[in-house]
Protein backbone atom coordinates (compact mmCIF):
# COMPACT_ATOMS: atom_id res chain seq x y z
CA UNK A 1 0.00 0.00 0.00
CA UNK A 2 1.58 3.29 -1.10
CA UNK A 3 1.75 5.65 1.86
CA UNK A 4 3.51 8.72 0.06
CA UNK A 5 1.19 10.26 -2.54
CA UNK A 6 2.79 9.31 -6.09
CA UNK A 7 2.79 13.51 -6.94
CA UNK A 8 4.84 14.16 -4.03
CA UNK A 9 8.04 12.60 -5.13
CA UNK A 10 9.66 15.54 -7.33
CA UNK A 11 11.29 12.36 -10.12
CA UNK A 12 9.65 9.18 -10.04
CA UNK A 13 12.92 7.72 -11.57
CA UNK A 14 15.51 8.54 -8.60
CA UNK A 15 18.82 7.50 -10.87
CA UNK A 16 21.08 9.57 -8.72
CA UNK A 17 21.87 10.58 -5.28
CA UNK A 18 19.08 12.76 -4.37
CA UNK A 19 19.64 16.32 -2.84
CA UNK A 20 17.08 19.18 -1.36
CA UNK A 21 17.88 22.91 -2.07
CA UNK A 22 17.83 24.98 0.58
CA UNK A 23 16.18 23.51 4.61
CA UNK A 24 12.80 24.43 5.47
CA UNK A 25 11.94 23.76 9.27
CA UNK A 26 8.36 24.43 10.19
CA UNK A 27 6.48 24.09 13.63
CA UNK A 28 4.26 20.96 13.32
CA UNK A 29 1.90 19.07 16.65
CA UNK A 30 1.43 15.67 17.51
CA UNK A 31 -1.89 14.18 16.66
CA UNK A 32 -0.94 10.84 17.40
CA UNK A 33 1.76 8.59 19.24
CA UNK A 34 0.82 4.55 19.48
CA UNK A 35 2.63 1.31 19.49
CA UNK A 36 2.25 -0.18 16.04
CA UNK A 37 5.01 -3.25 17.90
CA UNK A 38 5.96 -4.03 21.29
CA UNK A 39 9.24 -1.82 20.44
CA UNK A 40 8.02 0.56 18.02
CA UNK A 41 6.36 3.81 18.25
CA UNK A 42 4.33 5.41 15.27
CA UNK A 43 4.20 9.07 15.90
CA UNK A 44 1.70 11.60 13.46
CA UNK A 45 2.32 15.33 12.86
CA UNK A 46 0.23 17.88 12.00
CA UNK A 47 1.57 21.01 10.05
CA UNK A 48 -0.02 23.32 7.60
CA UNK A 49 3.01 23.42 5.61
CA UNK A 50 2.59 19.46 5.12
CA UNK A 51 -0.31 20.25 2.71
CA UNK A 52 1.77 19.76 -0.48
CA UNK A 53 5.00 18.51 0.95
CA UNK A 54 6.98 16.95 -1.55
CA UNK A 55 10.01 14.39 -0.86
CA UNK A 56 13.24 13.97 -2.96
CA UNK A 57 12.92 9.86 -2.41
CA UNK A 58 11.05 7.12 -0.54
CA UNK A 59 13.60 7.29 2.64
CA UNK A 60 13.36 11.16 3.02
CA UNK A 61 14.20 12.08 6.52
CA UNK A 62 13.87 14.67 8.64
CA UNK A 63 15.25 16.48 11.75
CA UNK A 64 13.01 16.53 14.64
CA UNK A 65 13.21 19.58 16.99
CA UNK A 66 12.42 18.35 20.42
CA UNK A 67 11.61 20.79 23.62
CA UNK A 68 14.23 19.95 26.28
CA UNK A 69 12.31 17.29 29.07
CA UNK A 70 10.09 19.79 30.88
CA UNK A 71 10.08 22.27 28.56
CA UNK A 72 8.30 23.85 26.05
CA UNK A 73 9.09 23.96 22.25
CA UNK A 74 10.22 27.68 21.08
CA UNK A 75 9.85 28.01 17.65
CA UNK A 76 12.70 28.72 15.27
CA UNK A 77 12.79 31.17 13.08
CA UNK A 78 13.04 29.80 9.01
CA UNK A 79 15.28 32.45 8.15
CA UNK A 80 17.80 30.56 10.50
CA UNK A 81 17.84 27.04 8.85
CA UNK A 82 21.01 26.70 6.51
CA UNK A 83 22.82 25.48 9.38
CA UNK A 84 20.31 24.12 11.74
CA UNK A 85 23.32 22.34 13.60
CA UNK A 86 25.06 25.15 14.25
CA UNK A 87 21.86 27.31 14.78
CA UNK A 88 20.71 25.10 16.94
CA UNK A 89 23.66 24.95 19.05
CA UNK A 90 23.76 28.69 19.48
CA UNK A 91 20.61 28.60 21.21
CA UNK A 92 20.34 29.80 25.03
CA UNK A 93 19.89 26.60 27.20
CA UNK A 94 16.43 27.45 28.63
CA UNK A 95 15.00 27.38 24.78
CA UNK A 96 17.34 24.96 23.09
CA UNK A 97 15.57 22.20 21.64
CA UNK A 98 17.75 18.66 21.08
CA UNK A 99 18.05 17.35 17.55
CA UNK A 100 17.37 14.08 16.15
CA UNK A 101 16.57 12.81 12.46
CA UNK A 102 14.03 10.07 11.87
CA UNK A 103 12.35 8.67 8.25
CA UNK A 104 9.17 9.93 6.67
CA UNK A 105 6.58 6.86 6.72
CA UNK A 106 3.87 8.11 5.72
CA UNK A 107 2.73 11.18 4.39
CA UNK A 108 -0.94 12.40 4.22
CA UNK A 109 -1.65 15.62 1.82
CA UNK A 110 -5.51 15.69 3.03
CA UNK A 111 -5.04 15.34 6.36
CA UNK A 112 -1.67 17.64 6.29
CA UNK A 113 0.73 14.83 8.09
CA UNK A 114 3.29 13.03 8.60
CA UNK A 115 4.23 9.93 10.63
CA UNK A 116 7.27 8.28 11.20
CA UNK A 117 8.28 4.82 12.84
CA UNK A 118 10.30 5.00 16.23
CA UNK A 119 12.46 1.96 17.73
CA UNK A 120 12.67 1.96 21.55
CA UNK A 121 14.53 -0.77 21.24
CA UNK A 122 12.58 -2.51 24.67
CA UNK A 123 12.73 0.69 26.56
CA UNK A 124 9.17 1.48 27.73
CA UNK A 125 9.44 5.24 30.07
CA UNK A 126 10.85 8.29 29.75
CA UNK A 127 12.26 7.96 32.81
CA UNK A 128 14.52 4.88 31.67
CA UNK A 129 16.15 6.37 28.48
CA UNK A 130 19.30 7.03 27.52
CA UNK A 131 19.06 10.07 24.75
CA UNK A 132 16.62 12.79 24.28
CA UNK A 133 15.12 11.38 21.08
CA UNK A 134 13.80 8.40 22.70
CA UNK A 135 12.93 10.43 25.60
CA UNK A 136 10.73 12.35 24.03
CA UNK A 137 9.22 9.70 21.96
CA UNK A 138 7.96 7.90 24.93
CA UNK A 139 5.86 10.91 26.57
CA UNK A 140 4.72 13.10 23.68
CA UNK A 141 1.13 13.61 23.53
CA UNK A 142 -1.10 15.15 21.29
CA UNK A 143 -0.96 19.14 21.11
CA UNK A 144 3.13 18.86 21.79
CA UNK A 145 4.79 21.21 19.68
CA UNK A 146 8.33 20.22 17.71
CA UNK A 147 10.24 21.72 14.92
CA UNK A 148 10.51 19.69 11.61
CA UNK A 149 13.64 20.00 9.47
CA UNK A 150 13.29 19.24 5.93
CA UNK A 151 16.01 17.24 4.53
CA UNK A 152 16.38 14.53 1.46
CA UNK A 153 16.22 10.85 0.43
CA UNK A 154 19.39 8.91 0.84
CA UNK A 155 18.62 5.75 -1.45
CA UNK A 156 18.66 5.54 -5.23
CA UNK A 157 17.73 3.48 -8.03
CA UNK A 158 20.58 1.33 -9.36
CA UNK A 159 21.00 1.75 -12.76
CA UNK A 160 23.44 2.11 -15.42
CA UNK A 161 21.28 5.33 -17.36
CA UNK A 162 17.64 6.53 -16.87
CA UNK A 163 14.88 5.05 -17.86
CA UNK A 164 17.24 2.26 -18.50
CA UNK A 165 18.17 -1.13 -17.44
CA UNK A 166 17.84 -1.18 -13.59
CA UNK A 167 20.22 -3.65 -11.74
CA UNK A 168 19.89 -5.69 -8.53
CA UNK A 169 20.55 -4.00 -5.21
CA UNK A 170 20.86 -5.02 -1.73
CA UNK A 171 19.21 -3.27 1.15
CA UNK A 172 20.68 -4.21 5.10
CA UNK A 173 19.33 -2.75 7.34
CA UNK A 174 18.36 -2.52 11.34
CA UNK A 175 15.86 -2.04 13.27
CA UNK A 176 16.35 2.05 12.89
CA UNK A 177 15.95 2.23 8.99
CA UNK A 178 13.27 -0.98 8.89
CA UNK A 179 10.88 2.38 7.83
CA UNK A 180 13.43 3.34 5.29
CA UNK A 181 13.92 -0.12 3.45
CA UNK A 182 9.42 -0.27 3.38
CA UNK A 183 9.28 2.98 2.01
CA UNK A 184 11.82 2.33 -0.75
CA UNK A 185 10.11 -1.64 -1.54
CA UNK A 186 6.80 0.38 -1.59
CA UNK A 187 7.94 3.05 -3.66
CA UNK A 188 9.22 0.49 -6.30
CA UNK A 189 6.03 -1.38 -6.19
CA UNK A 190 3.93 1.99 -6.71
CA UNK A 191 6.67 2.90 -9.84
CA UNK A 192 8.81 0.13 -10.93
CA UNK A 193 7.31 -3.14 -9.90
CA UNK A 194 9.36 -5.34 -12.07
CA UNK A 195 13.02 -3.75 -9.83
CA UNK A 196 11.32 -5.51 -6.94
CA UNK A 197 12.02 -8.97 -8.20
CA UNK A 198 15.96 -7.55 -8.31
CA UNK A 199 15.87 -6.07 -4.52
CA UNK A 200 17.55 -8.35 -1.41
CA UNK A 201 16.49 -7.48 1.55
CA UNK A 202 19.05 -8.40 5.17
CA UNK A 203 17.51 -6.98 8.37
CA UNK A 204 19.10 -7.54 11.28
CA UNK A 205 17.09 -6.69 14.67
CA UNK A 206 16.79 -7.92 18.70
CA UNK A 207 13.52 -9.43 17.84
CA UNK A 208 10.29 -9.25 15.97
CA UNK A 209 9.56 -7.23 18.71
CA UNK A 210 12.05 -4.36 16.83
CA UNK A 211 10.04 -3.56 13.31
CA UNK A 212 6.99 -3.05 12.10
CA UNK A 213 4.95 -6.17 11.43
CA UNK A 214 4.21 -5.53 7.72
CA UNK A 215 7.83 -5.95 6.58
CA UNK A 216 6.87 -9.78 6.66
CA UNK A 217 4.33 -9.07 4.12
CA UNK A 218 7.35 -8.41 1.21
CA UNK A 219 8.47 -12.05 1.72
CA UNK A 220 7.95 -13.98 -1.69
CA UNK A 221 7.58 -10.94 -3.29
CA UNK A 222 11.51 -9.38 -3.16
CA UNK A 223 14.60 -11.62 -4.47
CA UNK A 224 15.34 -12.55 -0.78
CA UNK A 225 14.61 -11.14 2.58
CA UNK A 226 16.44 -12.40 5.84
CA UNK A 227 15.27 -11.60 9.08
CA UNK A 228 18.22 -12.37 11.31
CA UNK A 229 17.33 -11.99 15.44
CA UNK A 230 20.12 -11.76 17.73
CA UNK A 231 21.60 -10.12 20.99
CA UNK A 232 22.86 -6.31 19.88
CA UNK A 233 26.31 -7.61 20.81
CA UNK A 234 25.57 -10.36 18.40
CA UNK A 235 24.60 -8.22 15.27
CA UNK A 236 27.78 -8.03 13.32
CA UNK A 237 29.04 -11.04 13.80
CA UNK A 238 25.09 -12.57 12.63
CA UNK A 239 25.31 -10.46 9.60
CA UNK A 240 29.09 -11.61 8.27
CA UNK A 241 27.52 -14.97 8.69
CA UNK A 242 24.21 -14.75 7.17
CA UNK A 243 26.21 -12.52 4.20
CA UNK A 244 29.19 -14.69 3.79
CA UNK A 245 27.00 -17.75 3.48
CA UNK A 246 24.96 -16.47 0.49
CA UNK A 247 27.08 -15.74 -1.29
CA UNK A 248 29.67 -18.05 -0.85
CA UNK A 249 26.99 -20.74 -0.98
CA UNK A 250 24.39 -19.85 -2.88
CA UNK A 251 26.14 -17.15 -5.29
CA UNK A 252 22.74 -15.53 -4.33
CA UNK A 253 24.47 -11.54 -4.21
CA UNK A 254 26.59 -12.39 -7.78
CA UNK A 255 24.30 -9.65 -9.71
CA UNK A 256 24.07 -7.17 -7.25
CA UNK A 257 25.85 -3.84 -8.11
CA UNK A 258 24.48 -1.27 -5.42
CA UNK A 259 24.24 -1.71 -2.02
CA UNK A 260 22.74 -0.08 0.77
CA UNK A 261 23.42 -0.31 4.32
CA UNK A 262 22.05 2.00 7.16
CA UNK A 263 21.85 1.06 10.59
CA UNK A 264 24.09 1.15 13.62
CA UNK A 265 27.62 2.13 12.99
CA UNK A 266 29.83 -0.90 13.22
CA UNK A 267 27.12 -3.13 11.27
CA UNK A 268 26.88 -0.67 8.43
CA UNK A 269 30.95 -0.29 8.43
CA UNK A 270 30.47 -4.41 8.09
CA UNK A 271 28.55 -3.98 5.59
CA UNK A 272 29.92 -1.27 3.38
CA UNK A 273 33.26 -3.64 3.79
CA UNK A 274 31.55 -7.10 2.71
CA UNK A 275 30.18 -4.90 -0.32
CA UNK A 276 33.64 -3.86 -1.32
CA UNK A 277 35.37 -6.67 -1.04
CA UNK A 278 33.28 -9.59 -1.03
CA UNK A 279 31.48 -8.33 -4.17
CA UNK A 280 33.95 -6.11 -5.79
CA UNK A 281 31.12 -3.27 -5.79
CA UNK A 282 32.54 0.00 -7.05
CA UNK A 283 32.24 2.34 -3.14
CA UNK A 284 30.44 5.05 -5.38
CA UNK A 285 27.45 2.62 -5.91
CA UNK A 286 27.55 1.86 -2.10
CA UNK A 287 25.70 4.13 0.28
CA UNK A 288 25.95 3.71 3.85
CA UNK A 289 24.83 5.78 6.63
CA UNK A 290 25.19 5.01 10.72
CA UNK A 291 21.81 5.71 11.71
CA UNK A 292 23.09 5.61 15.24
CA UNK A 293 26.07 4.56 17.52
CA UNK A 294 26.03 1.71 20.18
CA UNK A 295 26.93 3.56 23.33
CA UNK A 296 26.78 6.83 22.37
CA UNK A 297 24.93 9.90 21.31
CA UNK A 298 24.51 10.14 17.34
CA UNK A 299 25.89 13.74 16.76
C1 LIG B 1 18.94 9.63 8.34
C2 LIG B 1 18.45 8.93 9.61
C3 LIG B 1 17.16 8.41 9.66
C4 LIG B 1 16.73 7.74 10.80
N1 LIG B 1 15.46 7.23 10.83
C5 LIG B 1 15.03 6.57 11.94
C6 LIG B 1 13.69 6.04 12.02
O1 LIG B 1 12.87 6.22 11.11
N2 LIG B 1 13.35 5.37 13.13
C7 LIG B 1 14.22 5.17 14.20
O2 LIG B 1 13.86 4.54 15.18
N3 LIG B 1 15.47 5.69 14.15
C8 LIG B 1 15.89 6.38 13.06
N4 LIG B 1 17.15 6.90 13.03
C9 LIG B 1 18.02 6.65 14.18
C10 LIG B 1 17.84 7.67 15.30
O3 LIG B 1 18.08 9.00 14.82
C11 LIG B 1 18.87 7.29 16.38
O4 LIG B 1 18.58 6.03 16.94
C12 LIG B 1 19.03 8.32 17.45
O5 LIG B 1 20.32 8.19 17.96
C13 LIG B 1 18.09 8.19 18.60
O6 LIG B 1 18.33 9.28 19.46
P1 LIG B 1 18.31 9.18 21.03
O7 LIG B 1 18.40 10.58 21.51
O8 LIG B 1 17.16 8.33 21.47
O9 LIG B 1 19.62 8.35 21.38
P2 LIG B 1 21.13 8.92 21.37
O10 LIG B 1 21.29 10.10 22.26
O11 LIG B 1 21.60 9.12 19.98
O12 LIG B 1 21.89 7.70 22.00
C14 LIG B 1 21.87 7.53 23.42
C15 LIG B 1 22.12 6.08 23.76
O13 LIG B 1 21.02 5.31 23.29
C16 LIG B 1 21.51 4.20 22.58
N5 LIG B 1 20.66 4.05 21.39
C17 LIG B 1 20.28 5.02 20.53
N6 LIG B 1 19.52 4.51 19.53
C18 LIG B 1 19.42 3.18 19.78
C19 LIG B 1 18.78 2.11 19.15
N7 LIG B 1 18.07 2.28 18.03
N8 LIG B 1 18.89 0.87 19.68
C20 LIG B 1 19.63 0.66 20.80
N9 LIG B 1 20.25 1.64 21.47
C21 LIG B 1 20.16 2.87 20.98
C22 LIG B 1 22.93 4.51 22.18
O14 LIG B 1 23.74 3.36 22.33
C23 LIG B 1 23.38 5.53 23.16
O15 LIG B 1 24.09 4.93 24.20
C24 LIG B 1 17.60 7.59 11.91
C25 LIG B 1 18.89 8.15 11.86
C26 LIG B 1 19.31 8.80 10.72
C27 LIG B 1 20.69 9.40 10.69
Avoid at 12 to 30: L, M
Avoid at 68 to 73: A, C, L, P
Avoid at 107 to 117: C, G, I, V
Avoid at 269 to 291: C, M, T, V, Y
Amino acid sequence: MATIPSAAFNDPFITTVPTRDGAEVFTAEVMANFEIAPHVREITFHAEELSRFGVTGPDEFFGLLMPQHGQEYVPIPPQSTANIRGHVASLPNHSRPDLRWYTIRHLNWQRNTLSTQITTHGVKTAAEATGPGLRWVLSAEPGDKVGIVAASGLWHRPSYAPFERAVPQLLIGDATSAPSILSILEFLDQFHSAELSQTHVVLVASSSDDHPPEILSWRGRVASMELLYARYSDHVSVLQRCLTHKQRNEQAFDDVRYVYACCESALAKQARSFAKHELGIDPKNIFWSPFWIQGRPRP
